[in-house]
Each structure stands twice: as structure tokens, then as C-alpha cells.
């Protein structure tokens, strides 16, 4: 993570403790541009979702829809601008900071790529924590057990397959998985 300063351009507002998920090809985009940025609950030891609540209290994006985590504020815009969804945040960064891709296609294949991540992603939580989304696995281990094995022999397979046709589509899997630079759907 970049240090917080007084340039501060975003603020990342995920789960407190050390949960890659969602936030993580976040944290890494925003490496990668270069960007200054706060990890907001890692910072104040907040939970993703009391953070969330604290901002819609405050009037610091009034007005503004807030869902749940992963969210991104946006400091140098004014006002500030928050950000939901994953891929939405993907693409944003992606194009403020020219990692989108050249061309309307790449910028679209680059969002479908991040979008079916997002529901390879999905399919693993409900496969991992079938009874309770917010329980942790060990809680649910057994009743998870059949669904994890369903994921793993059904789902995985196609989107991995997905994964790997894309990438060979482009340039014979040899570089990017879209263009000839690096983009978000690399992340």
C-alpha cells in the first residue's frame, strides 16, 4: 500500500484483518498506477461494513449510493466520488490511469474477463460458505463439503477453460490477456 499523505487520491474501503477477496486486485491496480492511497479499515481497525455506515452519517459523500465492500473513493474528483462493484472499480482506475486497453474491444473484453472473475469468485463463496456468507468456513466445513465438490467438478472447469481461451485468443497466450500492454484483466 502507498502511504497515506496529505495527496491522498483514494480510499479503499474493504474488510478489516488481512482478507484478500475483492479487495485485493484492487490494492493491486492501484499499486500498479502508481497511485496514493488508504486502506480505510485496515487503517482504522473498522469493520467493511460499520465504515460504510459511518460514511453515509457523514456528509462526506452526501448524497451518493453506498452498498457493502469493496467500495473506492474517488479524493480527486469534487466532490469526492465513491465507487461499488469490483469490476466498476476495475474499469474506472483502468481508464483513469491507462490500464484499460487501446480500443473499444479491448476495453470490453477487458471488462467481460474481470466480470466472469467476479462470478468464478461468487460461485467459490457460495460453494465455501453455503449455510451463511458472513460465517467462516470452519463453521460450515461439513455442509460445505458436497457444494465445494460440485464447484470444483462442474463450475471451475468452465470458467478456468474461459480464462485460458481468452488469453490464448490473444496473441496465442503468449502476453497480455487482452492487447499488447497490460491492462486490468491481467490483475
Known amino acids: ?81 465513491a465507487l461499488n462493484q469490483l469490476p466498476c472499480i476495475m474499469q474506472y482506475l483502468a481508464e483513469k490511469h491507462g490500464l484499460a486497453g487501446t480500443s473499444l474491444l479491448e476495453r470490453t473484453r477487458a471488462l467481460q474477463i474481470t466480470m466472469t472473475w467476479n462470478d468464478l469468485l461468487l460461485g467459490a463463496i457460495d460453494a465455501f460458505h453455503p449455510v451463511n456468507w458472513h460465517a467462516s468456513y470452519q463453521s460450515q466445513k461439513e455442509e460445505a463439503q458436497p457444494f465445494i465438490e460440485q464447484f470444483l467438478a462442474g463450475r471451475l472447469p468452465v470458467f ?28
Not at 479503499?12 to 486502506?39: C, K, N, Q
Not at 459511518?54 to 479524493?75: A, K, Y
Open 1 to 81: 500500500m502507498s502511504p497515506t499523505s496529505e495527496s491522498t487520491a483514494y480510499k479503499l474501503i474493504y474488510h478489516y484483518g488481512e482478507f484478500a477477496g475483492r479487495g485485493e486486485p484492487i490494492r493491486m491496480l492501484l499499486h500498479l498506477s502508481g497511485s496514493t492511497w488508504e486502506d480505510t479499515c485496515r487503517k482504522t481497525k473498522m469493520a467493511g461494513p460499520a465504515t460504510i455506515q459511518q460514511l453515509r452519517e457523514s456528509e462526506e459523500l452526501e448524497g451518493q449510493p453506498l452498498l457493502f465492500p469493496p467500495t473506492l473513493v474517488d479524493l480527486t474528483t469534487s466532490p469526492p466520488t
Open 160 to 187: 478456468l477453460k474461459f480464462f485460458e481461451e481468452s488469453l490464448k485468443m490473444n496473441n496465442e497466450g503468449t502476453g497480455y490477456m487482452v492487447g499488447s500492454s497490460l491492462t486490468f484483466a491481467d490483475v
